[in-house]
């Protein structure tokens, strides 16, 4: 094992944006096995550090695989293009245009069902960015145009907490 792999290495997956959750859990639960540093106790104070180092790569790289966005912006970077989402936020006009309507009809939603219909919304095209992703990772190879989706999915993703927000307030008012 090398700690400086790649996560998908280090768990011995597929180098993909469609991943088996099951099939990463369990990669993850038998790697974390092998080297957590309950393992080591008896083999003294450097080998019980080298264990917990090992276990903290393990479980960062699991963090980043079973989160969809992480998960797309690492195989983003591992092709050489990252997202650079705190420097990068050009995005195109329309997917502008249809942020400023979102944000619009969630301020101006006067009922749980208006948000819960605006929810609904920006969940699908949450859904169908990530099919694009899966695409454009997986099949077109175009970690490019992928950068873009996950930034975009960034955006949507804190919509998506407005949304929520707003939706939990009318719920306290209930």
């Given at each position: 094992m090398?700690?400086?792999?790649?996560?998908?290495t280090?768990?011995?997956?597929?180098?993909?944006?469609?991943?088996?959750?099951?099939?990463?859990?369990?990669?993850?639960?038998a790697?974390?096995?092998?080297?957590?540093p309950?393992?080591?106790?008896?083999?003294?104070?450097?080998?019980?550090?080298?264990?917990?180092?090992?276990?903290?790569?393990?479980?960062?790289?699991?963090?980043?695989?079973k989160?969809?966005?992480?998960?797309?912006?690492?195989?983003?970077?591992?092709?050489g293009?990252?997202?650079?989402?705190?420097?990068?936020?050009?995005?195109?006009?329309?997917?502008l245009?249809?942020?400023?309507q979102?944000?619009?009809?969630?301020?101006?939603a006067?009922?749980?069902d208006?948000?819960?219909?605006?929810?609904?919304?920006?969940?699908?095209?949450?859904?169908?960015r990530?099919?694009?992703?899966?695409?454009?990772?997986?099949?077109?190879?175009?970690?490019?145009?992928?950068?873009?989706e996950?930034?975009a999915?960034?955006?949507?993703?804190?919509?998506?907490?407005?949304?929520?927000?707003?939706?939990?307030?009318?719920?306290?008012?209930?």
């Amino acid at each position: 094992m090398n700690i400086d792999a790649d996560d998908f290495t280090l768990l011995g997956l597929n180098k993909s944006f469609a991943l088996n959750k099951s099939e990463l859990d369990a990669a993850w639960k038998a790697l974390q096995a092998h080297v957590h540093p309950d393992r080591f106790a008896a083999e003294g104070g450097a080998a019980q550090r080298l264990a917990m180092q090992w276990a903290v790569r393990v479980n960062e790289a699991h963090q980043r695989l079973k989160d969809p966005l992480k998960r797309a912006a690492y195989l983003c970077e591992l092709a050489g293009v990252p997202v650079q989402s705190e420097s990068n936020t050009a995005m195109p006009g329309a997917f502008l245009m249809q942020q400023m309507q979102w944000r619009e009809a969630l301020e101006e939603a006067d009922s749980a069902d208006e948000v819960e219909t605006l929810s609904d919304e920006v969940l699908a095209d949450r859904k169908a960015r990530l099919a694009r992703v899966t695409q454009l990772l997986d099949v077109d190879q175009n970690a490019l145009q992928a950068a873009q989706e996950v930034r975009a999915l960034m955006f949507i993703d804190r919509l998506l907490e407005e949304i929520d927000a707003r939706l939990e307030r009318y719920e306290d008012a209930s």
